[in-house]
């Protein structure tokens, strides 16, 4: 096993960090997390994370109920050691909205990324909502790697559906 990376998995992505884990042969990360009444986190690493690098593995969806864990978390790592933080973020949220189209309206892309770079080293996420930035450089800090599943969907929707009918909830969604 390399024990110089860890790798933790919080909501629901433990098989990814398995899988992970068993074939690059890192080490999988012990973390606890605890919700009190008034839905504050309480976040326990049980892993020894000095001079490691870490990887968290989250899906971003539901961001408002995950984003200030994961921030715990990512801080926790850092004090109690981590050298580097990366994150995989299967979906990466908030990236949708990346231009005003009316008065008073925030751009999240731009907020998002500037949040998620000052807390990680590094991103990789699968296929974005990347409709007017043209790679996720433009608004993040870090290194960033975007991988695409959109091959490998449609060989499976070729092979396994005979007239496929796909359909997306705006005009943006098209590409």
Not at 4 to 26: A, I
Request: with cysteine.
């Amino acid at each position: 096993m390399i024990k110089d990376t860890v790798v933790f998995s919080l909501f629901g992505t433990d098989e990814f960090r398995n899988t992970l884990c068993e074939v690059l042969n890192y080490e999988a990360g012990k973390i606890i997390t605890h919700q009190f009444p008034d839905e504050e986190m309480m976040i326990k690493i049980d892993t020894d994370l000095r001079n490691k690098s870490v990887i968290f593995i989250v899906s971003t969806d539901r961001p408002n109920e995950k984003i200030m864990p994961l921030i715990l978390a990512v801080e926790t790592a850092r004090e109690l050691g981590a050298n580097q933080i990366g994150l995989i973020a299967p979906y990466l949220a908030y990236m949708r909205k990346d231009i005003q189209f009316h008065s008073g309206e925030g751009i999240s892309s731009k907020y998002f990324a500037r949040l998620l770079s000052s807390y990680f080293d590094w991103l990789i996420t699968i296929d974005p909502h990347l409709h007017r930035w043209h790679s996720l450089n433009e608004v993040f800090t870090i290194d960033t790697q975007v991988l695409h599943a959109t091959d490998n969907i449609a060989h499976w929707v070729r092979k396994n559906v005979q007239n496929p009918l796909l359909i997306g909830p705006d005009m943006e969604s098209t590409q």
